[in-house]
């Protein structure tokens, strides 16, 4: 069973009425509801303001971040998401929509680190990101004219420690 959040605390950093507010929740859905209620304020259509956040869960475990808030009407607001997103990503799980898998593998040649790596898959293992399960990680080959021919990172890892 996964830690459960037991601390959630989001700082208004840019915006206002609210710039400098810090609210402090125990849950995803309390996060998502000071995220929604702040979001009204926020232009719409690119405009975003920047949120501090710092999560703690049962176990010990914490992971602070920068949060865009965007209005509701534009993207609903989920921190449980951004931090899944993040995961999902240094960890070979899912390519954000507007990088193709050539793109997204180079990327994770240059900057995927195996700490970085074992990190997030720590936070997925351990840790209630308000979702029962995660996707599993692509091991697909891919190949890309600017760096050749390679492997996720995570996918070469797990072959070399077989």
Same mark, same amino acid.
């Given at each position: 069973?996964? &830690?459960? !959040?037991?601390?959630?605390?989001?700082?208004? !950093?840019? +915006?206002?009425?609210?710039?400098?507010?810090?609210?402090? !929740? &125990?849950?995803?859905?309390?996060?998502?509801? /000071?995220?929604?209620?702040?979001?009204? &304020? !926020?232009?719409?259509?690119?405009?975003?303001?920047?949120?501090? *956040?710092?999560?703690?869960?049962?176990? +010990?475990?914490?992971?602070?971040?920068?949060?865009?808030?965007?209005?509701?009407?534009? /993207?609903?607001?989920?921190?449980?998401?951004?931090?899944?997103?993040?995961?999902? *990503?240094?960890?070979?799980?899912?390519?954000?929509?507007?990088?193709?898998?050539?793109?997204? +593998?180079? *990327?994770?040649?240059?900057?995927?680190?195996?700490?970085?790596?074992?990190?997030?898959?720590?936070?997925?293992?351990?840790?209630?990101? @308000?979702?029962?399960?995660?996707?599993?990680?692509? @091991?697909?080959?891919?190949?890309?004219?600017?760096? @050749?021919? *390679?492997?996720?990172?995570?996918?070469?890892?797990?072959?070399?420690?077989?």
């Amino acid at each position: 069973m996964r &830690s459960r !959040v037991t601390s959630i605390s989001i700082t208004r !950093v840019e +915006g206002a009425p609210v710039d400098g507010i810090t609210e402090r !929740v &125990s849950s995803w859905a309390q996060a998502a509801a /000071v995220l929604r209620r702040w979001s009204e &304020s !926020v232009a719409r259509d690119g405009g975003y303001d920047k949120c501090k *956040f710092a999560i703690e869960w049962a176990n +010990g475990a914490t992971y602070r971040g920068r949060y865009d808030l965007v209005n509701w009407r534009d /993207v609903e607001p989920d921190l449980a998401r951004h931090v899944r997103e993040l995961a999902y *990503f240094y960890t070979s799980r899912q390519a954000p929509k507007h990088m193709s898998p050539a793109v997204y +593998g180079a *990327f994770l040649e240059m900057h995927q680190t195996k700490v970085i790596t074992l990190q997030y898959e720590k936070l997925l293992d351990s840790n209630d990101l @308000g979702v029962d399960c995660h996707p599993p990680i692509q @091991g697909k080959e891919v190949e890309s004219e600017s760096v @050749g021919r *390679f492997r996720y990172a995570n996918e070469r890892e797990r072959q070399a420690n077989a």
